[in-house]
């Protein structure tokens, strides 16, 4: 399990866990504003038990890391804007008038306050959180582990299952291989009579061609006969 000063100094380690908002409220109540979105410096501080002048300077050294979680700061016309949307909404939920800022305003997201939890190092509270992330993600991992193991017990216990299954099935296939070699020398001999029988029919083939020619033939001699023999009787009968 990676330890809390790998989550301090590593913003690989800090970004795998910036989805874990939830931790903040498990370990202290987080005021948000009206709009249940933006939290502000003040409150940001007042949870963490830090000056404002700490919380700034861990923003100045994480400016770019911050931000991508959601700080942001407003001014000009964006932060008149934003004033104004949420004064009503601060005055109905709180009873009082909203704090105006004089030029700009610094608002943190719930998963950038969780970002500062995770690179403020002198807050007992900011300790907390991190040490619930580490010990929710060690229990994570023992739960992995246990549901990895249990897997692995039913793979063991399909392929004994399998193993079995294969014993009985041996018999079987030994018994469907040797009915098959029967089969094959069946078909060897099958195809050697045929073989004999194609060679006895091209021999009778040959045996009808000779007798062809040879009817030819005599047919031949008889018919010169028949034209020898009129041609003689047409003789006789003219002398």
């Not at 993600?137 to 004994?160: M, N, P, Q």
Request: proline share 2%; charged share 35%.
């Amino acid at each position: 399990m990676p330890s809390e000063v790998t989550l301090l100094e590593s913003r690989t380690m800090r970004d795998e866990h910036q989805g874990r908002v939830d931790v903040l409220d498990k370990v202290k109540a987080l005021v948000m504003l009206p709009d249940g979105i933006y939290v502000r410096t003040e409150d940001v501080a007042r949870y963490f038990e830090v000056s404002t002048e700490v919380l700034k300077k861990v923003v100045q050294r994480h400016r770019e890391e911050l931000n991508e979680n959601g700080l942001q700061v407003l001014r000009g016309d964006d932060l008149r804007i934003f004033q104004r949307d949420i004064l009503s909404l601060w005055s109905d939920n709180l009873g009082t008038s909203y704090p105006q800022a004089a030029t700009n305003l610094t608002l943190y997201t719930r998963r950038a306050v969780l970002n500062v939890a995770m690179l403020l190092r002198d807050s007992d509270i900011a300790r907390c959180v991190r040490t619930y992330l580490l010990d929710a993600e060690e229990s994570g991992w023992r739960a992995g582990d246990a549901s990895l193991d249990r897997r692995v017990t039913k793979v063991e216990s399909h392929l004994d299952t399998v193993g079995r299954a294969l014993q009985e099935l041996g018999p079987v296939i030994n018994g469907i291989s040797v009915r098959l070699d029967r089969l094959d020398r069946r078909l060897e001999t099958t195809n050697q009579v045929v073989g004999a029988i194609s060679n006895r029919l091209c021999d009778l083939s040959d045996d009808m061609r000779r007798m062809e020619h040879r009817m030819d033939r005599r047919l031949d001699d008889v018919s010169h006969r028949l034209s020898a023999l009129e041609r003689s009787q047409r003789r006789r009968k003219r002398s």
